[in-house]
């Protein structure tokens, strides 16, 4: 059974996200023909294929733990699966995460994976692809100035050191199985899911996963190969934005560009509305504008890139989506 989500939750979202669009839509009717260029079409187009390239290499990422774990999922499978996840968890309001994960397991599960293997793979490329980038920041923003660079070193120590002591605890069974117990007993209390077979079978399947999930141990090359696409699609993501600052402006600004595309990060992070509609489009306009960027070109730029990274691989996500959907559905010949 599932639940919709709270109205005030759905308007709360729209409202925030109509809020930050709106002031980047406000300044584009400040620009005239004389304050900004016309918009580079060769940037465009790098713009689109780093973004593209960034999202693919998510793919690798979750690719190489499903075939670490044992489950050959086929590559391309393992993209449309991406594609179509990335699109639900970007525009499906207040919980996109969440539903985006379970399309994941879901989809991956009626492609050969088991269970424990598919919620195991796409939760660890998510957590190592954020650890990834909570690594990073302290030393970006060193780099923009934002932070001296003693500071930086030792909080990106500090962070690396917190996701290895999150995944140590993670990989042993006593830990994993105390957590699954606990979320079964806060389970049975409430009145939505405790009746739910889940909830109530003994022994639990909830218990018996998080104790097989424990047992995953991949070799050291994949783990270096999954982060090394982790890094290389944070990089193509920022490379995507820079193209579009490119593509709009005269001159590339790279700390502003940094700082902008953290906040747009952040934001996302957040999940305070789908892809952080409002607030990311908000801090990204402000960074780039802080950093020397007319305020046209600081919007147009913002409209592409979201138009790129947020609304265009939606979309093309979602007619993945329908795609692999139809072709599941199509019956097979005899």
């Given at each position: 059974?599932?639940?919709?989500?709270?109205?005030?939750?759905?308007?709360?979202?729209?409202?925030?996200?109509?809020?930050?669009?709106?002031?980047?839509?406000?300044?584009?009717?400040?620009?005239?023909?004389?304050?900004?260029?016309?918009?580079?079409?060769?940037?465009?187009?790098?713009?689109?294929?780093?973004?593209?390239?960034?999202?693919?290499?998510?793919?690798?990422?979750?690719?190489?733990?499903?075939?670490?774990?044992?489950?050959?999922?086929?590559?391309?499978?393992?993209?449309?699966?991406?594609?179509?996840?990335?699109?639900?968890?970007?525009?499906?309001?207040?919980?996109?995460?969440?539903?985006?994960?379970?399309?994941?397991?879901?989809?991956?599960?009626?492609?050969?994976?088991?269970?424990?293997?598919?919620?195991?793979?796409?939760?660890?490329?998510?957590?190592?692809?954020?650890?990834?980038?909570?690594?990073?920041?302290?030393?970006?923003?060193?780099?923009?100035?934002?932070?001296?660079?003693?500071?930086?070193?030792?909080?990106?120590?500090?962070?690396?050191?917190?996701?290895?002591?999150?995944?140590?605890?993670?990989?042993?069974?006593?830990a994993l199985h105390g957590i699954a117990r606990h979320i079964v007993a806060l389970a049975r209390h409430l009145p939505v899911?405790?009746?739910?077979?889940?909830?109530?079978?003994?022994?639990?399947?909830?218990?018996?996963?998080?104790?097989?999930?424990?047992?995953f141990r991949l070799r050291r090359r994949t783990w270096a190969a999954a982060t090394s696409c982790a890094v290389a699609s944070?990089?193509?993501?920022?490379?995507?934005?820079?193209?579009?600052?490119?593509?709009?402006?005269?001159?590339?600004?790279?700390?502003?560009?940094?700082?902008?595309?953290?906040?747009?990060?952040?934001?996302?992070?957040?999940?305070?509305?789908?892809?952080?509609?409002?607030?990311?489009?908000?801090?990204?306009?402000?960074?780039?504008?802080?950093?020397?960027?007319?305020?046209?070109?600081?919007?147009?730029?913002v409209v592409l890139y979201r138009a790129i990274t947020w609304i265009g691989l939606s979309a093309a996500g979602w007619v993945?989506?329908?795609?692999?959907?139809?072709?599941?559905?199509?019956?097979?010949?005899?």
């Amino acid at each position: 059974m599932t639940t919709r989500p709270p109205k005030l939750r759905l308007v709360l979202d729209l409202v925030l996200a109509a809020v930050g669009i709106g002031i980047a839509v406000w300044r584009l009717g400040t620009v005239t023909h004389v304050e900004v260029r016309p918009v580079a079409v060769p940037w465009v187009l790098a713009a689109i294929a780093g973004a593209v390239i960034s999202l693919v290499l998510y793919g690798e990422l979750h690719r190489r733990l499903l075939w670490g774990a044992g489950a050959r999922v086929p590559g391309r499978t393992v993209q449309a699966v991406n594609f179509a996840g990335n699109a639900i968890a970007q525009t499906v309001p207040s919980a996109g995460t969440t539903v985006g994960l379970a399309y994941l397991v879901a989809s991956l599960r009626a492609r050969g994976a088991g269970t424990a293997v598919a919620l195991w793979s796409s939760t660890v490329a998510a957590l190592l692809s954020a650890a990834v980038l909570v690594v990073f920041a302290p030393l970006v923003s060193a780099g923009t100035g934002f932070l001296s660079w003693r500071a930086a070193v030792a909080l990106a120590v500090l962070m690396a050191g917190l996701s290895v002591l999150v995944w140590r605890l993670l990989r042993k069974p006593s830990a994993l199985h105390g957590i699954a117990r606990h979320i079964v007993a806060l389970a049975r209390h409430l009145p939505v899911v405790r009746r739910q077979d889940w909830a109530t079978a003994d022994p639990n399947p909830l218990e018996t996963l998080a104790e097989r999930v424990a047992g995953f141990r991949l070799r050291r090359r994949t783990w270096a190969a999954a982060t090394s696409c982790a890094v290389a699609s944070w990089g193509a993501d920022f490379l995507a934005l820079a193209a579009c600052v490119a593509a709009t402006a005269d001159r590339l600004p790279w700390p502003a560009v940094a700082v902008g595309y953290l906040a747009v990060q952040a934001s996302i992070g957040l999940q305070l509305t789908p892809a952080g509609a409002g607030a990311a489009e908000a801090g990204l306009l402000a960074a780039l504008t802080a950093g020397g960027l007319g305020a046209p070109e600081a919007a147009f730029a913002v409209v592409l890139y979201r138009a790129i990274t947020w609304i265009g691989l939606s979309a093309a996500g979602w007619v993945v989506f329908a795609v692999t959907g139809a072709l599941l559905r199509r019956p097979k010949a005899a």
